[in-house]
């Protein structure tokens, strides 16, 4: 059940970010309700919140610490900025000066890329445990060296595939704060644009992958 729920938040995430496609009545429906997923997600690992006075801490603990803050601020101010820009949901309730503030949907959009950016690292960071539990469920107790070879050219290919797909949207002029108006991803229809978002999740997640390893060798 916790993998189905971290499926589904990714689902919803990609299908957010293709908001230029969307009416924005669903845009912000499924926004406030990809709050009840992301609840559910913080009730289901509440002990790592009680686990944070305990223990020794390492660089490894800092890094992953370090990622859900950021994670969890970045939702936060996706969240409330999109709440004080929205056109219909809460229209009624927020001033118009303040949902019509440029600098606001700028934030809404610099926070939403960035809250991409780090459900990707996140995602990464717990894959391999997520992977061997994969692998034990479905009776695989060895993989011969031509399926990791295999594993591996996939990962390169898709790897190189988010990296196009980054450029393609302009992320790192997003993360920046730019004002962009228009992408080449744009210029994609709905499904093309939402398989960019998802190579951009894939890319780093492959970046939170190695940066596990850190935590792997460091345990030894």
Same mark, same amino acid.
């Given at each position: 059940?916790?993998?189905?729920?971290?499926?589904?938040?990714?689902?919803?995430?990609?299908?957010?970010?293709?908001?230029?496609?969307?009416?924005?009545? *669903?845009? +912000?429906?499924?926004?406030?309700?990809?709050?009840?997923?992301?609840?559910?997600?913080?009730?289901?690992?509440?002990?790592?919140?009680?686990?944070?006075?305990?223990?020794?801490?390492? =660089?490894?603990?800092?890094?992953?610490?370090?990622?859900?803050?950021?994670?969890?601020?970045?939702?936060?101010?996706?969240?409330?900025?999109?709440?004080?820009?929205?056109?219909?949901?809460?229209?009624?309730?927020?001033?118009?000066?303040?949902?019509?503030?440029?600098?606001?949907?700028?934030?809404?959009?610099?926070?939403?890329?960035?809250? *991409?950016?780090?459900?990707?690292?996140?995602? =990464?960071?717990?894959?391999?445990?997520?992977?061997?539990?994969?692998?034990?469920?479905?009776?695989?107790?060895?993989?011969?060296?031509?399926?990791?070879?295999?594993? *591996?050219?996939?990962?390169?290919?898709? =790897?190189?595939?988010?990296?196009?797909?980054?450029?393609?949207?302009?992320?790192? +002029?997003?993360?920046?704060?730019?004002?962009?108006?228009?992408?080449?991803?744009?210029?994609?229809?709905?499904?093309?644009?939402?398989?960019?978002?998802?190579?951009?999740?894939?890319?780093?997640? +492959?970046?939170?992958?190695?940066?596990?390893?850190?935590?792997?060798?460091?345990?030894?």
């Amino acid at each position: 059940m916790r993998y189905l729920l971290d499926v589904l938040l990714v689902m919803m995430l990609i299908f957010e970010m293709t908001f230029f496609y969307l009416p924005p009545v *669903l845009h +912000e429906v499924m926004g406030m309700a990809f709050l009840l997923p992301v609840c559910w997600h913080f009730a289901l690992n509440r002990r790592y919140v009680s686990s944070l006075g305990r223990g020794r801490w390492n =660089g490894p603990r800092g890094v992953r610490f370090a990622l859900n803050v950021l994670l969890a601020s970045a939702c936060l101010v996706t969240v409330i900025s999109g709440c004080l820009t929205s056109s219909v949901l809460f229209a009624d309730v927020v001033p118009f000066s303040l949902r019509s503030n440029p600098s606001l949907y700028q934030l809404h959009s610099t926070a939403a890329r960035c809250f *991409l950016v780090l459900a990707g690292l996140h995602l =990464g960071w717990h894959l391999p445990t997520w992977w061997q539990r994969w692998l034990l469920a479905a009776g695989i107790k060895s993989r011969p060296l031509p399926a990791r070879m295999l594993l *591996l050219g996939l990962g390169v290919l898709l =790897g190189a595939g988010g990296i196009y797909a980054a450029q393609q949207d302009r992320l790192i +002029e997003r993360l920046q704060g730019a004002h962009l108006f228009m992408t080449p991803a744009l210029a994609y229809n709905g499904a093309g644009y939402a398989l960019a978002q998802a190579g951009i999740v894939i890319l780093f997640a +492959e970046i939170g992958f190695l940066l596990s390893f850190w935590k792997g060798v460091h345990s030894k």
